[in-house]
């Protein structure tokens, strides 16, 4: 039911059946000597945070790049910080430098710490105004082109493009549309692919749809299966999803609309820049950005284009 269960190690104290029978049975999350026990409940329960050094975090960081690949030392820290004492504490981990090495060591324990660094709250016509806004303002200028080519930077398990496909359809737009789904996490384009959603989630979803400006009913563009709902296959054949790295994958072109929305919040000032200048660089020369609602573009990066 979502419980952990906690043993005190049977080596720290002088009553040790019952740990050393709970330990058979294999059935437990963690086995902690007394001390480590009460530091883990106190950070569980009250929400303790380590205090985790700048500089080691940056080391480590650095260290995560040499060993697996992936680049996160332009990510804010602030961000790292949270989600490096999440993974901690999860884990049962009260020193940080064991907690490193470990991950060093280990890459199973590295791609839970990827997930970790990777943000996926999204839902069909999330923020409904943006997709009213594309399609009134957006489509009429997309209209004129012979070909359009959309990229959804970060999309997540793919709600945002699917209910891009969907609009660029009701406008009879999506026929000559080809859409670019992107994310660094390799985990949620598999499930962004499938196109498997909840049916309750996508329900909830329906106001949505109408105020961005959906004209019938969205259930009607999914295949019921069971609890679940299957995205519509010809919408889908026009979406193409991979894996890109904003950080160092490099630049894709030319899109007259690029998406990439409650990313850039993560990564620092540097990152940032350097992200706009890949978009700058992969979009047309008339082409529209899209931003999440709690990012701007600096006076010196818009000095960029």
């Not at 490096?84 to 199973?108: H, I, S, W, Y």
């Not at 007259?256 to 990313?263: A, E, G, H, M, S």
Request: with cysteine.
């Amino acid at each position: 039911k979502g419980a952990q269960i906690i043993i005190e190690d049977p080596l720290d104290c002088s009553a040790r059946d019952m740990p050393n029978n709970g330990l058979l049975t294999g059935c437990y999350d963690y086995k902690f000597p007394i001390q480590e026990l009460t530091g883990y409940l106190a950070r569980t329960v009250r929400k303790e945070e380590l205090d985790l050094p700048e500089q080691e975090i940056k080391e480590f960081l650095a260290a995560l790049h040499r060993q697996y690949g992936y680049d996160y030392q332009n990510y804010s820290i602030e961000s790292v910080t949270r989600r490096l004492n999440k993974a901690m504490a999860e884990r049962g981990f009260t020193v940080f430098p064991q907690f490193t090495a470990q991950v060093l060591a280990d890459p199973e324990l590295f791609e839970e710490l990827f997930l970790e660094f990777s943000i996926n709250v999204t839902h069909f016509f999330r923020n409904p105004e943006v997709f009213a806004l594309i399609r009134e303002q957006i489509f009429p200028h997309l209209e004129t082109y012979p070909h359009i080519k959309i990229w959804c930077a970060g999309c997540s398990t793919g709600e945002e493009p699917y209910s891009l496909a969907i609009l660029l359809h009701e406008a009879g737009l999506l026929k000559k549309t080809q859409i670019y789904a992107t994310d660094i996490n390799p985990y949620v384009l598999v499930e962004a692919k499938n196109g498997l959603f909840s049916s309750s989630n996508v329900e909830s979803d329906q106001a949505n749809y109408r105020k961005g400006g959906g004209t019938g009913d969205l259930l009607n563009y999914f295949e019921r299966m069971g609890k679940m709902i299957k995205f519509d296959e010809t919408l889908k054949s026009k979406i193409l999803f991979f894996q890109h790295s904003l950080v160092n994958s490099g630049i894709l072109n030319e899109f007259q609309l690029i998406l990439c929305r409650n990313v850039l919040i993560y990564f620092n000032a540097a990152l940032q820049t350097q992200t706009f200048r890949l978009f700058l660089d992969s979009l047309d020369r008339h082409g529209f950005l899209i931003l999440g609602e709690s990012e701007t573009i600096s006076p010196q990066d818009a000095a960029l284009g």
